[in-house]
């Protein structure tokens, strides 16, 4: 998308009807660029409403993301975070592994990703406003070996921020989804770089859903909920993020000084299926049965077996049928 298409983009940004004549004005082109541009748009995955007689309109509107506004909701919390906003990237945290020489504490936010991956090989789908997705990179002193927890570590730190807003339901599911019981808020992607024994790069990669639009809803091939329906008074983005690089920079501390260990109780706490039958599907097909009991010092799952306490670092956490 071109920059006369994001400047479109942000006249829509009320989400009331414009007319082309109106844009085409406002920018100084004409009703055909107008058009075109908004064509454009769509093709990267914005969902605009266009009726004959009224204009273009883009449902419900969005608030762009804004660095200042998200610095100042932070404190000085700030002083440890490079924010960056983008407008368009295939994903962020691709284009954080892409770039070289990224210093701790680099956080890049996209406001459109048009491929935004989870994990195993998933795609993460949102539109344009409706969702937070950012990457956080942070260096850390141990080896890639030594990281294995961080993921649920940042999973902590999420339910941490989701909580200052009293997000009903909330919970973990192993490893990192951000769960409630009606589906699905947010992901956390991790993707290391580094030597076994240290020092490594860490990219966490975070969607959480701000609102739903069906159109996003039909993509996504399990039940999925945004904060907007389970948050009586949901913070806007910007505050969202700020909160969250608060809580990732607390949680961050306590796992560069002493593993995922000492944060093992709190993930537990917030385990939505903790003490409940489950099945994990391994990567090699096979499944394996248990009651959920909890997770290792290594952020491993724990499960209760026929055959005794196994103890599991893949796979994917369904309930037990
Ligand atoms: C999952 O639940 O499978 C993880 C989803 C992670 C999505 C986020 S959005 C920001 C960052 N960029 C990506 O492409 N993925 C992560």
């Known amino acids: 998308m071109n920059l006369r298409a994001?400047?479109?983009?942000?006249?829509?940004?009320?989400?009331?009807?414009?007319?082309?004549?109106?844009?085409?004005?406002?920018?100084?082109v004409s009703r055909a660029t107008v058009f075109n541009d908004m064509?454009?748009?769509?093709?990267?995955?914005?969902?605009?409403?266009?009726?004959?007689?009224?204009?273009?309109?883009l449902p419900g509107g969005w608030q762009p993301l804004d660095k200042n506004e998200v610095?100042?909701?932070?404190?000085?919390a700030a002083a440890r975070f490079s924010i960056e906003v983008l407008q368009q990237a295939a994903s962020s945290n691709t284009e954080l592994l892409r770039r070289s020489g990224v210093q701790s504490g680099a956080v890049l936010a996209v406001e459109l990703q048009t491929a935004g991956r989870g994990r195993l090989g998933r795609i993460w789908h949102s539109g344009l406003g409706n969702a937070l997705t950012f990457s956080l990179s942070w260096r850390f002193d141990?080896?890639?070996?030594?990281?294995?927890?961080?993921?649920?570590?940042?999973?902590?730190?999420?339910?941490?921020?989701?909580?200052?807003?009293?997000?009903i339901g909330v919970g973990l599911k192993w490893p990192n989804d951000i769960l409630t019981p009606h589906g699905k808020l947010g992901g956390v992607l991790i993707e290391a770089q580094g030597d076994m024994y240290g020092p490594s790069l860490a990219v966490i990669g975070i969607g959480i859903n701000c609102s739903l639009p069906v159109m996003i809803t039909k993509a996504i091939d399990q039940p999925a909920v945004a904060l907007d329906g389970i948050c009586a008074r949901?913070?806007?983005?910007?505050?969202?993020?700020?909160?969250?690089?608060?809580?990732?920079?607390?949680?961050l501390d306590i796992?560069?000084?002493?593993?995922?260990?000492?944060?093992?109780?709190e993930w537990e706490r917030y385990h939505a299926q903790q003490n409940l039958p489950v099945r994990l599907l391994m990567p090699d097909g096979k499944a394996v049965s248990g009651v959920a009991r909890g997770v290792s010092d290594n952020g491993e799952l724990i499960l209760e077996t026929a055959q005794g306490i196994r103890q599991y670092n893949a796979g994917e956490v369904g309930a037990k049928p």
């Open 71 to 76: 610095e100042s909701f932070m404190g000085n």
């Open 142 to 167: 141990c080896g890639l070996n030594a990281l294995s927890g961080l993921s649920l570590a940042a999973g902590v730190a999420v339910l941490r921020a989701l909580k200052r807003y009293d997000v």
């Open 255 to 265: 796992f560069a000084g002493d593993g995922f260990a000492t944060l093992r109780a």
């Open 234 to 251: 949901p913070p806007s983005r910007n505050r969202l993020l700020a909160a969250l690089l608060e809580e990732l920079a607390a949680v």
């Open 39 to 57: 064509t454009l748009a769509e093709k990267d995955g914005v969902h605009l409403q266009r009726i004959r007689g009224r204009g273009y309109r």
């Open 6 to 28: 994001w400047k479109l983009l942000d006249l829509l940004s009320d989400g009331a009807f414009h007319s082309g004549d109106d844009l085409a004005k406002r920018l100084g």
